[in-house]
């Protein structure tokens, strides 16, 4: 019903830049939240940010100040600058989302929540 695909992933340097993103699509009549969780290898998953369909967001303590997490709801994309990077960044990040269902022109009174593949971030010098 609906897919997320994320991308943007990559090998950077301590200190460096990544964006990643992920574009929504399939039956969508709104997208009522998204957001960005990671796993390290031997740990559980992890919030990063989330965002709201207004806006609102959220961040973990760990990279405030340093992600940014913003969505365009034309294209239904979600985005995670993340600046400073640390080797503690290092994991797989995934795209999150809960998405209102189409039925036609409006909403068939369901929601799908869902997550994507995973994009790979590796800090490392």
């Known amino acids: 019903q609906v897919q997320l695909v994320e991308s943007g992933g990559g090998l950077v340097q301590p200190g460096g830049s990544l964006r990643l993103s992920c574009a929504a699509s399939?039956?969508?009549?709104?997208?009522?939240?998204m957001g960005w969780y990671r796993q390290a290898p031997g740990h559980q998953r992890e919030l990063v940010a989330t965002?709201?369909?207004?806006?609102?967001?959220d961040y973990s303590d760990s990279v405030k100040g340093r992600f940014t997490i913003s969505r365009d709801n034309v294209n239904n994309t979600v985005y995670l600058q993340m600046n400073s990077l640390k080797p503690g960044d290092t994991a797989v990040y995934y795209c999150?989302?809960?998405?209102?269902?189409?039925?036609?022109?409006?909403?068939?009174?369901?929601?799908?929540?869902?997550w994507g593949q995973g994009t790979q971030v590796t800090v490392s010098s």
């Open positions: 999150n989302a809960e998405v209102g269902l189409r039925d036609g022109s409006s909403w068939d009174g369901s929601t799908w929540h869902g």
């Open positions: 399939g039956n969508i009549f709104s997208i009522l939240h």
């Open positions: 965002i709201t369909s207004g806006g609102n967001t």
